[in-house]
């Protein structure tokens, strides 16, 4: 029996199969696309692959050929507020944001799945690559079935009740090109088009001129880890901890060895630089966090500890993941004291306060949070 | 179709108007060919005009055949103020004179002037049921030199009827043309452009019945030659462009048909009209009629509903069968908040709610009462879907 499926179609391939393979399960499907851009382009140039005009277009002749009721809802005001801002906010604060996230915490699995929840939808569609099982505590969040197309990783931030009511036609498929073969047979013009990848809303790809202009620029001192100056910078905003290009330092470190950004203050307007080996880090936490279906304590993980911050648990064994393309490395989580904290086994590079750490076990998402701070392997660097 | 309640968006052509378009889609020959054959097929057209002419109490000869309304008010705003810089010399100040409630065919060629020619808009401002304000337009008159006033006949959003007598008479008093956009009155109202004394008005075909890519441009035989817009042929006054001989058949017969039935069928509208706008409020306690009270378009029905979107409550009627619209323009599928209502002082949020309903000739009371039945179930989930999305 089918039930009432929202397809978000952004105009590309992905989501147009999905929409097609929702159609196809029986589900009576209506097609929308999100206007998230308040002025957006009209034809679609590089990267770019989901805001301009033709993109909406694209998602509606797909909509047309799956023969659905397909409609524009405007959330531009909402993108600006919660993901760009947001975006702008984030890095102001030396930390770095993945907007990818956020539009899928506030817009998509938020604003739009209560939107289509209030309009009597059952639930809603895109075209990620991840699953949702039927586990025993309720439903779970996993990797999609090939782990190089895996996006489980964005997905990170929905909560128990968002995972509810997703549906990713696409979680058992292969491959890329098995989605395109499938998108060519059903003759789907976007079949070949190219896949985005940039940042939606900053067009040219140029981050760093994007947030100077909204941020302003200020010049600041590069310094050492000891505090002695080795350069100048524009603005201490446009660094990410992690970040080797583009610091134009005067001469070289005495080793000789490449500098890396190993932390931002944008209080004091100062960047701080250091080896690679000041890069690693032994442990992450953060205190917004979610979990995607039960606990680990209702998933049989942990032991509960509980305090009079909240929900704690004791440590347990995870993997956890930084980037959305990153690999996941093995930990111990814990929750205690309102953070959920996260301890390496192996130290790992350039993990910069903003970014999200996805905890995994096995393939299954269990939560994430967003890292406030980090322990050096040599010795503790926090964002201040 | 369902119910269909967008006459205002486009009317669907009549049979009869169908079968006299496909009828002069068989004709053989250029109208502006000196052979016999287009001889023959300019005759059907200046027939056509004569007919649209007598309708409209206007020339024959004054009559440009356009693209559709939009061609004609930009042929109207920039031919005025390139014939005045053409007169005057490129560097000449211009000024036009409008008000913030037009139809975008006119602000965004106004927006242009103002942007690439450096013409001064003069606004007059509208009053809260979009009806502009004589008294500011006679201040404005006598503060600048217009090169031309434009109004709308009656405001395709909101319905309301714009007192063109008094505008006319205040612009030639004070020697400046006036272009009205007529667009949205044409089939509804009584229309005599001779009477009206205006120096030009714009029509299109679609709006009463006829095909889409019709309109035209009655520009007076005593209004100062405008700068074209196109070249290529200088087929009519300036307009350049092969002539649509089955396009005017088209009109003509479509408007022909609106001009019979026009004053019975009006009042049926307008009763039905009625009868929705009670219900509806009487349905939903806090609905709020926008536009004029007294004097507006007999089809056309403007709510804003609290707490809600337009285009959410656009969705759910669709669901349901019902085809209605914001009123405002949109930009891919997305509606702005109307400017219009922000002309008449309303906020943006109220903007949102907006819904038009228009009403035409094969509207019936099983239409209305399809609508009544299902309206406060949509307001009650569109308001649910407004909360949740948080705006």
Redesign the interface.
Same mark, same amino acid.
């Given at each position: 029996m089918g039930v009432k499926v929202l397809a978000a179609m952004s105009g590309g391939v992905d989501s147009a199969v999905a929409a097609a393979r929702a159609v196809e399960a029986g589900h009576e499907v209506v097609g929308v696309h999100l206007a998230l851009s308040r002025m957006p382009g009209t034809l679609r140039t590089g990267a770019r692959g989901c805001c301009t005009i033709e993109d909406s277009m694209d998602a509606r002749r797909v909509a047309d050929m799956l023969e659905i009721p397909f409609y524009v809802w405007d959330f531009s005001e909402r993108f600006a507020q919660d993901v760009v801002q947001d975006f702008i906010d984030e890095y102001s604060e030396g930390r770095t944001p993945n907007p990818c996230m956020r539009c899928n915490q506030h817009i998509k699995f938020q604003a739009v799945l209560e939107r289509g929840l209030a309009l009597g939808f059952d639930a809603i569609a895109t075209g990620h690559y991840a699953s949702v099982v039927e586990g025993p505590q309720g439903k779970e969040l996993h990797r999609a079935a090939t782990w190089a197309k895996d996006q489980s990783y964005v997905l990170g931030v929905l909560t128990t009740e968002q995972l509810e009511h997703c549906y990713f036609p696409l979680a058992t498929t292969p491959s890329k090109d098995e989605v395109r073969a499938e998108a060519a047979e059903r003759g789907f013009f976007v079949a070949a088009k190219p896949d985005s990848h940039d940042i939606c809303f900053i067009p040219d790809g140029d981050t760093r001129g994007w947030l100077a202009e909204r941020v302003g620029e200020r010049q600041g001192p590069v310094l050492t880890a000891e505090g002695e100056v080795v350069g100048s910078h524009q603005g201490a905003h446009a660094y990410t901890v992690g970040q080797r290009k583009g610091l134009q330092l005067g001469y070289p470190a005495a080793d000789g060895k490449p500098r890396y950004v190993l932390e931002v203050r944008p209080k004091t307007n100062e960047v701080v630089v250091g080896p690679k080996e000041a890069l690693a880090i032994s442990e992450l936490a953060g205190s917004v966090m979610s979990f995607a279906g039960a606990d680990p304590v209702r998933s049989g993980l942990a032991e509960d500890a509980s305090d009079e911050h909240g929900f704690g648990c004791e440590p347990f064994s995870c993997h956890v993941q930084v980037r959305a393309h990153a690999d996941p490395v093995a930990a111990s989580a814990r929750v205690s004291g309102g953070e959920l904290v996260v301890s390496l086994l192996e130290p790992l590079l350039g993990v910069a306060p903003g970014q999200s750490a996805v905890i995994y076990v096995g393939t299954r998402v269990l939560g994430q949070c967003t890292i406030d701070r980090t322990v050096s392997a040599l010795q503790e660097v926090s964002s201040g | 179709m369902g119910v269909y309640l967008d006459y205002q968006a486009t009317s669907p052509m009549p049979e009869s108007v169908r079968e006299v378009y496909v009828d002069a889609l068989a004709g053989v020959g250029n109208p502006s060919s000196i052979h016999q054959a287009g001889q023959r097929q300019r005759a059907i057209l200046e027939d056509a005009k004569e007919r649209i002419a007598r309708i409209v109490g206007c020339e024959p000869i004054e009559i440009i055949l356009t693209s559709g309304g939009t061609e004609a008010i930009n042929t109207a705003l920039k031919g005025a103020v390139w014939a005045a810089q053409a007169a005057r010399g490129p560097d000449t100040p211009t000024t036009l004179v409008s008000s913030r409630a037009e139809h975008h065919a006119t602000l965004d060629a106004l927006h242009w002037l103002s942007a690439q020619e450096g013409t001064d808009v003069a606004w007059v401002p509208v009053d809260d049921q979009g009806v502009l304000d004589t008294d500011s337009l006679e201040v404005i008159l006598a503060d600048h030199r217009p090169v031309m006033v434009a109004t709308l006949l009656a405001n395709n959003e909101v319905g309301s009827i714009q007192p063109v007598e008094e505008i006319a008479r205040l612009s030639l008093e004070a020697g400046t043309p006036v272009h009205v956009d007529a667009i949205a009155a044409l089939g509804y109202l009584p229309i005599n452009f001779a009477e009206l004394g205006v120096t030009a008005m714009s029509l299109s075909a679609h709006k009463v019945g006829g095909p889409v890519g019709v309109g035209a441009l009655v520009l007076s035989r005593h209004a100062p030659e405008l700068s074209a817009l196109l070249h290529g042929g200088d087929q009519q006054r300036g307009r350049s462009g092969t002539l649509d001989v089955a396009g005017v058949v088209a009109f003509a017969a479509a408007l022909e048909l609106r001009e019979q039935g026009r004053i019975e069928h009006g009042a049926q509208l307008a009763a039905m009209r009625d009868s929705l706008r009670e219900q509806l409020c009487a349905a939903v306690g806090d609905v709020v009629v926008r536009g004029s009270h007294d004097a507006r378009l007999p089809g056309n029905l403007h709510i804003t509903v609290p707490g809600c979107e337009g $285009? @959410?409550l656009l969705?759910?009627l $669709? +669901?349901h069968g019902i085809q209605v619209s914001t009123g405002s323009a949109c +930009? %891919?599928? @997305?509606?702005e908040a109307s400017h219009v209502l922000l002309a008449m002082g309303l906020s943006e949020e109220t903007a949102r709610g907006a819904l038009r309903f228009s009403l035409g000739y094969h509207t019936t009371e099983d239409d209305i009462e399809a609508v009544v039945s299902v309206f406060p179930r949509v307001v009650e +989930?569109a308001r *649910? *879907?407004g909360? %949740?999305?948080?705006?």
């Open positions: - | $285009d @959410v969705y759910l $669709d +669901q +930009q %891919a599928g @997305v509606p +989930q *649910a *879907a909360m %949740a999305s948080g705006r």
